[in-house]
């Protein structure tokens, strides 16, 4: 037995056992003095580390973790029998070799133990009796091992037990009752085995199970009479299962479902009564399949859905009611599809609830996104990413006062959205990573530093005197310095690569030479004109033909009332909805 031992001058973390007084100490060195509490001390294995938490829900706890690795079998000898959580991992790269048989129970069991978690310690099975007798016992963590099969006999005496953990093993085998001693239950966790096959009582006596994850499993279909022993389910997660479709029967059986993760499957297309039975559903998560449409009063009956993922589908279309009652979605991304337009009457029930979208990797011009934002006043966060940007109008967000977080990574912007970003006034998080910005004004960068969040990697950022010397001021100088320290230069050639954490002032390089800069300012003028040459044209000849579109400013929306966004919304009032004065200059993409 090695006593927990702390070397003096340093603090150490000492704690007492005694059932009516578990507090901890902290001994600040030798001037630190032991309060009265009486009670042998805590032992703690050589290789472990244990300390005592307070939760204010379950109380006091001793916890001993071991998580450098193990050169044997679990210290359990070592470990304090009144311990209550107990954690055994290893780095990924060394992992335990481990057994585990009653070594929890025998000779005495640990009556304390509430947790116990042993990961990456290549487990190949659990014992018959492992677990028995160890009353308090909630919750077991057997991820990242090499569990092949489990059987009802592994779980005996765990009739306490909440939370079984075994993603990441290679199970195979479950027969029938595998649970059945589990009888409360409520998280259940199996992702990431080889699971083929649900056999049938697979959940019995589960009646209290609320989640279930079965994602990334080999399972290709669902057995609806499986869920006929876990009707309270109310998460459910088969994520990457190799589904083509679900038997309804399931969400008749489960009809309690809030959150459903059929993501990263193989289905091509859902009918329109598909979710009809899930009437409480506040989350649904279809990413990664090959949807192409979502029909008409698709999810009429979900009326509570709050959080919808169509992302990575191949979805040309939303149809015109697609989203009909869905009046309380908070949450729509429909980013990396084949979208190229929107029928406006499909984001008519979620205009007042939707706080979310994502655009992102579409084949959408921006002007559709404009005239649908148009229509979403209470917009909070913006996906823009992969759209091929080269440009975004500083009025693009005029209707959209309270964004406050927006992405833009992944476009072909060069210059930094200063006049845009002045607008949104509590823009909270910015990516505008993966562009091809090459430097950032002052005024650039006193817009930065009122946002929390910045990300502005992977730019071609010029390290030039001229280009770079200010950013290099803001690093040092400012809230900046976090953000901006990673970025690394990309020209000159000399000093691609280079982080800015690493770069100096005069490292850099010098500015361009006087000729150079008199030729560029020469060449600017002159693409100006040309510009304001163009936009006059533009303007004129383009008139009438966006006012069909979208409209500018109060002149031309009265005149042309009938073919107003709001008015195909049947709404009078135009509301908070300013008025854009300046002309609306949109840059289709591609163009
Ligand atoms: C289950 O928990 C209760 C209360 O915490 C306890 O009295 C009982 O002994 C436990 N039963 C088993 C089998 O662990
Ligand atoms: C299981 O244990 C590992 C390692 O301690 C931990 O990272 C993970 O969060 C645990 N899982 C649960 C559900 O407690
Ligand atoms: C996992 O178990 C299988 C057979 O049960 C064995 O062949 C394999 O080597 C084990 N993997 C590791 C990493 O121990
Ligand atoms: C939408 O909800 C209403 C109840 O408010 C219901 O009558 C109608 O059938 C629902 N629509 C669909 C398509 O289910
Ligand atoms: C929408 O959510 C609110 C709470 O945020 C709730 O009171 C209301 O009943 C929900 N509406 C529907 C149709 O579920
Ligand atoms: C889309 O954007 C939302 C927030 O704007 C984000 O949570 C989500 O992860 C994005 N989706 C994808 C597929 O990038
Ligand atoms: C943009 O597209 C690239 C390449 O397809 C992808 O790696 C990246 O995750 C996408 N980013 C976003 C935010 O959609
Ligand atoms: C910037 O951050 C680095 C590392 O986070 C830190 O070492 C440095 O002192 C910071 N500089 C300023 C001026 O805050």
Same mark, same amino acid.
């Given at each position: 037995?090695?006593?927990?031992?702390?070397?003096?001058?340093?603090?150490?973390?000492?704690? %007492?056992?005694?059932?009516?007084?578990?507090?901890?100490?902290?001994?600040?060195?030798?001037?630190?003095? %032991?309060?009265?509490?009486?009670?042998?001390?805590?032992?703690?294995?050589?290789?472990?580390?244990?300390?005592?938490?307070?939760?204010?829900?379950?109380?006091?706890?001793?916890?001993?973790?071991?998580?450098?690795?193990? %050169?044997?079998?679990?210290?359990?000898?070592?470990?304090?029998?009144?311990?209550?959580?107990?954690?055994?991992?290893?780095?990924?790269?060394?992992?335990?070799?481990?057994?585990?048989?009653?070594?929890?129970?025998?000779?005495?069991?640990?009556?304390?133990?509430?947790?116990?978690?042993?990961?990456?310690?290549?487990?190949?099975?659990?014992?018959? $009796?492992?677990?028995?007798?160890?009353?308090?016992?909630?919750?077991?963590?057997?991820?990242?091992?090499?569990?092949?099969?489990?059987?009802?006999?592994?779980?005996?005496?765990?009739?306490?037990?909440?939370?079984?953990? &075994?993603?990441?093993?290679?199970?195979?085998?479950?027969?029938?009752?595998?649970?059945?001693?589990?009888?409360?239950?409520?998280?259940?966790?199996?992702?990431?085995?080889?699971?083929?096959?649900?056999?049938?009582?697979?959940?019995?006596?589960?009646?209290?199970?609320?989640?279930?994850?079965?994602?990334?499993?080999?399972?290709?279909?669902?057995?609806?009479?499986?869920?006929?022993?876990?009707?309270?389910?109310?998460?459910?997660?088969?994520?990457?299962?190799?589904?083509?479709?679900?038997?309804?029967?399931?969400?008749?059986?489960?009809?309690?479902?809030?959150? &459903?993760?059929?993501?990263?499957?193989?289905?091509?297309?859902?009918?329109?009564?598909?979710?009809?039975?899930? !009437?409480?559903?506040?989350?649904?998560?279809?990413?990664?399949?090959?949807?192409?449409?979502?029909?008409?009063?698709?999810?009429?009956?979900?009326?509570?859905?709050?959080?919808?993922?169509?992302?990575?589908?191949? &979805?040309?279309?939303?149809?015109?009611?697609?989203?009909?009652?869905?009046?309380?979605?908070?949450?729509?991304?429909?980013?990396?599809?084949?979208?190229?337009?929107?029928?406006?009457?499909?984001?008519?029930?979620?205009?007042?609830?939707?706080?979310?979208?994502?655009?992102?990797?579409?084949?959408?011009?921006?002007?559709?996104?404009?005239?649908?934002?148009?229509?979403?006043?209470?917009?909070?966060?913006?996906?823009?990413?992969?759209?091929?940007?080269?440009?975004?109008?500083?009025?693009?967000?005029?209707?959209?006062?309270? &964004?406050?977080?927006?992405?833009?990574?992944?476009?072909?912007?060069?210059?930094?959205?200063?006049?845009?970003?002045?607008?949104?006034?509590?823009?909270?998080?910015?990516?505008?990573?993966?562009?091809?910005?090459?430097?950032?004004?002052?005024?650039?960068?006193?817009?930065?530093?009122?946002?929390?969040?910045?990300?502005?990697?992977?730019?071609?950022?010029?390290?030039?005197?001229?280009?770079?010397?200010?950013?290099?001021? $803001?690093?040092?100088?400012?809230?900046?310095?976090?953000?901006?320290?990673?970025? !690394?230069?990309?020209?000159?050639?000399?000093?691609?690569?280079?982080?800015?954490?690493?770069?100096?002032?005069?490292?850099?390089?010098?500015?361009?030479?006087?000729?150079?800069?008199?030729?560029?300012?020469?060449?600017?003028?002159?693409?100006?004109?040309?510009?304001?040459?163009?936009?006059?044209?533009?303007?004129?000849?383009?008139?009438?033909?966006?006012?069909?579109?979208? $409209?500018?400013?109060?002149?031309?929306?009265?005149?042309?009332?009938?073919?107003?966004?709001?008015?195909?919304?049947?709404?009078?009032?135009?509301?908070?909805?300013?008025?854009?004065?300046?002309?609306?200059?949109?840059?289709?993409?591609?163009?």
């Amino acid at each position: 037995m090695k006593k927990q031992s702390w070397p003096s001058g340093r603090a150490e973390w000492h704690f %007492m056992r005694n059932t009516s007084c578990q507090l901890l100490f902290l001994l600040w060195s030798s001037t630190a003095v %032991m309060l009265s509490c009486s009670g042998a001390e805590v032992t703690c294995p050589e290789e472990c580390s244990c300390r005592s938490t307070f939760d204010p829900e379950a109380g006091a706890a001793v916890r001993v973790s071991c998580t450098r690795g193990l %050169m044997r079998a679990v210290p359990v000898d070592y470990i304090d029998r009144s311990a209550h959580i107990i954690i055994i991992d290893a780095p990924p790269d060394k992992q335990n070799e481990l057994t585990i048989g009653p070594i929890f129970t025998q000779p005495t069991p640990f009556v304390n133990l509430r947790e116990l978690h042993i990961v990456n310690s290549n487990v190949p099975s659990i014992g018959q $009796y492992s677990f028995w007798g160890l009353q308090n016992l909630r919750l077991i963590n057997l991820t990242h091992n090499n569990l092949t099969s489990i059987g009802a006999d592994n779980f005996r005496g765990l009739i306490n037990l909440t939370d079984l953990y &075994l993603d990441h093993n290679n199970i195979e085998q479950m027969p029938s009752e595998t649970f059945r001693h589990l009888t409360s239950l409520r998280t259940l966790t199996l992702s990431n085995n080889e699971i083929t096959t649900l056999v049938p009582r697979l959940f019995r006596m589960l009646a209290k199970l609320i989640t279930l994850d079965l994602s990334d499993n080999p399972l290709t279909e669902l057995n609806p009479e499986v869920f006929k022993d876990i009707q309270h389910l109310r998460v459910f997660k088969c994520r990457g299962c190799l589904l083509r479709r679900v038997n309804t029967q399931i969400y008749h059986l489960a009809s309690n479902l809030e959150e &459903l993760d059929l993501g990263e499957n193989q289905f091509k297309y859902l009918t329109s009564d598909e979710f009809i039975s899930l !009437k409480r559903l506040k989350k649904l998560k279809l990413d990664g399949n090959q949807l192409s449409v979502i029909v008409d009063h698709m999810f009429g009956r979900n009326r509570e859905l709050r959080v919808l993922s169509l992302a990575r589908n191949r &979805l040309a279309l939303l149809a015109p009611a697609a989203l009909a009652n869905l009046t309380n979605l908070t949450h729509l991304d429909i980013s990396h599809n084949k979208i190229d337009r929107f029928h406006l009457q499909t984001f008519a029930p979620v205009v007042d609830c939707l706080k979310t979208i994502n655009f992102s990797g579409n084949n959408l011009v921006l002007n559709e996104i404009a005239i649908l934002l148009q229509i979403l006043p209470e917009i909070h966060g913006v996906g823009l990413a992969n759209l091929s940007l080269t440009d975004i109008p500083p009025n693009f967000f005029t209707y959209n006062e309270h &964004l406050v977080a927006l992405d833009i990574s992944w476009n072909k912007l060069t210059n930094f959205p200063y006049k845009l970003l002045t607008k949104t006034k509590f823009l909270q998080r910015l990516d505008i990573s993966h562009n091809k910005l090459q430097t950032l004004t002052e005024l650039d960068l006193q817009r930065l530093e009122a946002i929390a969040q910045v990300n502005l990697a992977k730019n071609t950022w010029r390290c030039d005197q001229c280009s770079a010397g200010t950013m290099l001021v $803001y690093m040092t100088t400012t809230v900046l310095n976090a953000t901006l320290r990673h970025l !690394k230069c990309y020209s000159p050639m000399r000093l691609r690569g280079v982080s800015f954490s690493d770069m100096s002032f005069d490292r850099l390089d010098p500015c361009p030479t006087t000729h150079e800069a008199q030729m560029s300012v020469i060449a600017g003028l002159m693409l100006l004109c040309v510009a304001v040459l163009a936009a006059v044209a533009g303007a004129l000849c383009c008139t009438r033909r966006r006012a069909a579109h979208y $409209y500018t400013n109060e002149e031309k929306r009265r005149e042309h009332e009938h073919e107003h966004p709001d008015e195909l919304l049947g709404r009078t009032e135009l509301g908070s909805v300013a008025t854009i004065h300046a002309p609306y200059h949109l840059v289709p993409k591609g163009s």
